[in-house]
């Protein structure tokens, strides 16, 4: 609750920042004749002698997906309505999420992902002060 009453002008932020990119987010735009096409079907039949693939829908390019479309390898450009099974935060490549990944420290939080409770980060204290905002008193705050 916290978070998000000091959070909430960012989250409002980038929800104008989709809105507005939804003009210029990609298309639907099927290339070959079926789904999966060629690329998708060859490379499903490599991963065939390594593991099951039986579930396996198509092969995605996530470097060219967009929004929310999944760009396959063969170029197909596919709605993605479930977001992943709603295991996505945004959209694909969302320019604020790829901006904060440059931040120092980012990678390290991510492909270490700490159990915070046990092996909390040296510099956990830092990034969980109380927001300073007049809400937060209100709300439940000391």
Known sequence: ????LTTGRTVHKLGLQLWR???TA???HIVPETVPGPKSKELKQELTSI???VLLNFFVD???SSGNYLVDVDGNQILDAFAQISSMPLV??????LQMMQAEGAVSKVINRPALGMFPLCTIHSSLSPP?????????GP
């Open 1 to 4: 609750m916290r978070k998000s």
């Open 21 to 23: 990119s939804a003009a």
């Open 26 to 28: 990609l298309k639907p």
């Open 51 to 53: 593991q099951n693939t």
């Open 62 to 64: 996530y470097e060219k």
């Open 92 to 97: 694909y490549n969302h320019p604020a999420l």
């Open 132 to 140: 300073k905002d007049e809400l937060y008193g209100k709300c439940g």
